[in-house]
Each structure stands twice: as C-alpha cells, then as structure tokens.
C-alpha cells in the first residue's frame, strides 16, 4: 500500500502545483483590462516612486535583475530575453481579448520603430489566449511587428519577484535597462509619449 500511495502523493503535489499557476495567471485576468493602474507591488521593500501618470520607476542602484524570460514565440521560434542584455528592453504583457491592449498597440508598434535604431528591443507576452492564432491575427491587424513569447497560462509573468516592478494587470509594461534591470512599469494601456518617458531615460545612461 505504501508503495502505491507514494506516486498518487507526487501526482496530487504536481497537479496543485498547476493548479496554483492557472489560479494565479487567472487573478491577474481577474483584474485585467479594467484601467485601475494600481501602483502596488506586493511585499518587501519596493524602492520605486510611482508618479502621477502612473508610472513607476526605480533609480539604477536599485534596480533589481529580471527574471529569467524565455520560451517560444507565436510564430514558434526560440527567444531569450537574456540575448539582449546590453540593450534597453521594453516587455508589453498583452492578449487578444484586452480591449485596452487593443487600445495601446499601435503606440506600441510605433515606439517599436522609432526606438530600434537606439539600441530598444520590444518583446511582447502574450497571455491567456486560447490558441495562438487570434494573437497572431492581433499583431497582423495592428503592425505590431516585433516578437511575443506565448504565456497562456501566464507562467512567465509569476517569474517576477514579489517587491519589484511585477506585472500585474493586463496590460503591464516594464522596461529593462541595458544591464537587464527591472527600471520602470506601468499598469495600463501607454501611449506613445509615456512609453517615450520609460525609455529615453534608458537609451542616455551610460
């Protein structure tokens, strides 16, 4: 009997392990797209200052690294947001169904452009999307042309730590400085001049 109990045990941990993932992911639809733009950050000590266009940033010697982010594309290719360390990195957490989402992508898809030739990469997550073609059919729609990792249960976004700058909302935008340091986020849908006051200050530090 004990040798039988003991593969039900680790089968029930993997199951809530799962199951804790999708309940997490879910909470934050919960609150997604509903334009709160809450500032907070969970526990421990946030060392960032979130100002009146609800945009939170830390000071460089606070900054804290980001997570490791990598999986597959929509399209299905590899991406690690390592691979771009040395270069300001802006991750947009979307989905197809978000109507503010909808609502911010073309600034996205501009920003995108404009900042490239500085040395910015975009990367979006894309979550809680049921199949990966309705996202796909988004970016077509918008000329969002830079990549998105698929996230539909939102694993990647539980990767950030508690007391940083973590996503919590869909949207979130968080910009990684050029040493791959959470640096600055918002919590609702961007225009083009506030992603421009998230990222120029990154494109000048040396």
């Not at 039988?4 to 797209?33: D, E, F, I, K």
């Not at 730590?161 to 996503?167: C, D, E, F």
């Not at 935008?173 to 225009?191: F, M, N, P, Q």
Request: glycine share 8%; with cysteine; net charge positive.
């Amino acid at each position: 009997m004990s040798r039988n109990r003991a593969p039900r045990r680790r089968s029930y941990r993997r199951r809530a392990a799962l199951l804790t993932a999708v309940a997490a992911a879910g909470a934050l639809t919960t609150t997604a797209c509903s334009g709160s733009g809450s500032s907070s950050s969970g526990s421990g000590n946030t060392n960032y200052v979130t100002g009146s266009t609800g945009i939170s940033a830390v000071a460089k010697a606070d900054r804290q690294p980001a997570p490791k982010l990598d999986g597959e594309t929509l399209e299905g290719k590899p991406l690690n947001v390592d691979d771009f360390k040395g270069k300001v990195v802006v991750l947009n957490v979307w989905g197809s169904w978000c109507t503010p989402c909808r609502a911010e992508a073309k600034h996205l898809a501009k920003a995108a452009r404009d900042t490239k030739p500085k040395g910015v990469e975009f990367v979006g997550i894309n979550t809680r999307d049921n199949s990966k073609q309705s996202a796909i059919e988004f970016e077509k729609k918008f000329g969002v042309t830079y990549p998105s990792l698929y996230d539909p249960i939102g694993k990647l976004m539980l990767r950030f730590p508690k007391g940083t700058l973590n996503p919590q909302a869909i949207p979130s935008t968080i910009v990684l400085d050029k040493d791959g340091k959470i640096a600055a986020r918002t919590l609702a849908a961007v225009s083009e001049e506030q992603l421009r006051k998230m990222i120029d200050p990154l494109i000048a530090e040396k």
